[in-house]
């Protein structure tokens, strides 16, 4: 018998196999970008019947949305040596627009957090929200692994500065937020458990000094509703109050949408927003709940999936943290809604009415695009 000779491919049919699709290309990830556009279509649902049933809430939300998914694909063609390059400008620019909102910023109902530039106002804290991780990712990626003393000392004062510059505004919300988008980023570079450990020793031994002199009054008020909403309830204790009403009313499948009582009869306040999943909860009941945390959920086992493929430190390092993050918004703001935490001013993603805040969340998402394609691109 004669020997059996494999032959190969002519060579065009095998360029034209290796040849990348239109997909690989634009540097999209299907999977990811379908669960996004799920969430958003399930967030558009909500807040028209949260909003009062209001199509100019839903046209200027499908806006904004419109504007973030074009900006998401359009960062998602960025190079990740360039998201290296320009990570420190970034951060630069974005602490120098903090600056100017101390000194010529809007306010807004006893805060400072705006730049007004002719008819546009937006917020330079949002813009931290992907600064402080890009800038933190770069410095660490440029030095040994696990991060030593000096270099664990330094991203902590590249994170401090910004969060500082927002507390100040106040915002103590965006600002915690942000500091954990940081030490996601030094949690994804390996650092030490010393490190860790020492963080929540030094974390327990501030708690006093800061509850005497670092929170304001309202601040404390916060966390003392939490604990006991009942002790005020037509004043601090309220939106607790309401959200647990509407949620406890919901049941297991919901009144139906459109008839949620406690947004429709003005019980319930920022019913569009910061409380949407309260109305959420009590239309569509526990079911309603689970299907929301499960698209957050395939959302955020993508999102790591992503950080364990990564090719580079840095892109894992930002997988990581943005995904965390996102995970951080979720659990904030259902934890507040439900009365578990203190009443901060967290949007649930995708679903609460925002402009600028849902830009960077999905400019976020880009440099996950971004990371996901670096190794086919890399490749092909």
Do not use: C
């Amino acid at each position: 018998m004669g020997d059996y000779v494999r032959q190969l491919p002519h060579q065009g049919s095998r360029d034209m196999a290796r040849r990348p699709s239109a997909i690989m290309r634009l540097h999209i990830d299907i999977p990811l970008l379908l669960l996004l556009l799920v969430l958003s279509v399930y967030g558009l649902l909500v807040l028209y019947s949260a909003s009062g049933q209001s199509m100019e809430a839903v046209y200027r939300q499908g806006r904004y949305l419109g504007l973030a998914f074009a900006v998401m694909l359009l960062v998602a063609q960025i190079n990740l040596k360039e998201f290296e390059r320009w990570a420190p400008w970034l951060y630069i620019g974005g602490v120098a627009l903090l600056v100017a909102v101390l000194l010529v910023g809007v306010g807004a109902k006893g805060a400072q957090r705006w730049l007004q530039l002719g008819g546009f106002r937006f917020q330079p804290a949002e813009v931290m929200k992907l600064a402080v991780p890009l800038v933190l990712a770069w410095f660490l990626a440029g030095r040994v692994l696990p991060p030593r003393f000096f270099a664990v000392l330094g991203a902590l004062l590249l994170l401090g500065l910004p969060a500082g510059l927002i507390v100040v505004q106040p915002d103590l919300g965006t600002s915690l937020l942000i500091a954990s988008s940081g030490l996601f980023v030094l949690f994804m570079a390996g650092i030490g458990w010393r490190y860790i450990f020492g963080a929540v020793v030094l974390a327990a031994a501030s708690a006093w000094p800061m509850w005497m002199y670092g929170l304001k009054e309202y601040q404390k008020q916060r966390i003392l509703t939490m604990f006991n909403p009942e002790s005020d309830k037509l004043g601090a204790g309220w939106n607790i109050i309401q959200s647990k009403t509407a949620i406890g009313s919901g049941g297991w499948d919901g009144k139906g949408w459109l008839q949620s009582t406690q947004s429709r009869l003005d019980f319930l306040p920022e019913s569009h927003t910061d409380f949407i999943i309260a109305v959420l909860a009590e239309e569509h009941g526990l079911q309603g709940i689970i299907l929301l945390v499960g698209i957050y959920l395939l959302i955020l086992l993508r999102g790591f999936w992503i950080g364990a493929q990564a090719q580079t430190s840095f892109g894992r390092m930002m997988a990581g943290s943005l995904t965390l993050t996102f995970f951080v918004y979720i659990f904030v703001n259902m934890g507040m809604v439900a009365g578990l935490l203190p009443v901060v001013g967290v949007p649930l993603p995708l679903v609460s009415a925002g402009g600028t805040s849902v830009v960077t969340l999905l400019a976020g998402f880009g440099v996950l695009m971004a990371i996901s394609t670096e190794k086919a691109s890399a490749t092909t």
